[in-house]
């Protein structure tokens, strides 16, 4: 029978997992070699912060 240290360690690593997840998520909704589009509504979906819109160089 599991106890209430085997339980929090459970909940411990299963925490540690969604972040690790979470962060490769974040990493990629800010990578600007994916489609921007795809990174906004993925991020709207989730509930992350939107990346910001590429910049483009300025014509001089």
Sequence with gaps: ????????QAAEN???A????LA?????????THDHTAR???AR???LPE???ERTPSAR
């Design 24 to 32: 490769q998520v974040t990493t990629w909704i800010h990578d600007p």
């Design 51 to 53: 990346p910001r819109p």
């Design 18 to 21: 969604y972040r690790q997840r």
């Design 45 to 47: 979906h989730l509930g």
């Design 14 to 16: 299963e925490l540690r």
């Design 1 to 8: 029978m599991a106890g209430p240290a085997d339980a929090l």
């Design 40 to 42: 906004t509504a993925l």
